[in-house]
């Protein structure tokens, strides 16, 4: 099964990111033990709006984060979101500039990818 294409296909002359928003969501378990209490945990949920549209609607792409204990929300929201926002559109599309590329945009994070990695790993 292929994935749908979005843009244009010429290394992103109408794709890009226009918004990233985060909200912060309740992991609501109900287990715990004498280490760890789900019932206080969140995730970082992220929406990544982009300038395509279909049926007049924006397409958005939602992502989450339930690795570690608790949201990310400061690294997302002081290191990730800025970085990204300020990439050139076309570092962040695959080799046909029709879909974003989640590997090309990790590499516009720079030294971010590296608290990303202790904060995803419990560090």
């Known amino acids: 099964m292929s994935r749908p294409q979005f843009g244009s296909g010429s290394r992103g002359a109408d794709l890009r990111i226009v918004e990233i928003r985060?909200?912060?969501a309740p992991m609501r378990g109900t287990i715990r033990n004498a280490y760890i209490d789900f019932s206080k945990m969140t995730a970082s949920v992220v929406a990544v709006v982009t300038s395509v549209e279909r049926r007049g609607?924006?397409?958005?792409?939602?992502?989450?984060n339930s690795n570690g204990r608790y949201a990310a929300s400061g690294i997302l929201r002081d290191r990730v979101m800025p970085r990204i926002m300020a990439a050139d559109?076309?570092?962040?599309?695959?080799?046909?500039?029709?879909?974003?590329?989640?590997?090309?945009s990790v590499a516009e994070l720079g030294p971010a990818r590296r608290a990303l990695r202790r904060r995803s790993s419990g560090g």
């Open 57 to 64: 609607r924006r397409i958005i792409g939602y992502g989450f």
């Open 89 to 104: 559109p076309r570092d962040l599309l695959d080799e046909a500039g029709s879909n974003l590329d989640r590997r090309r």
């Open 22 to 24: 985060d909200i912060v």
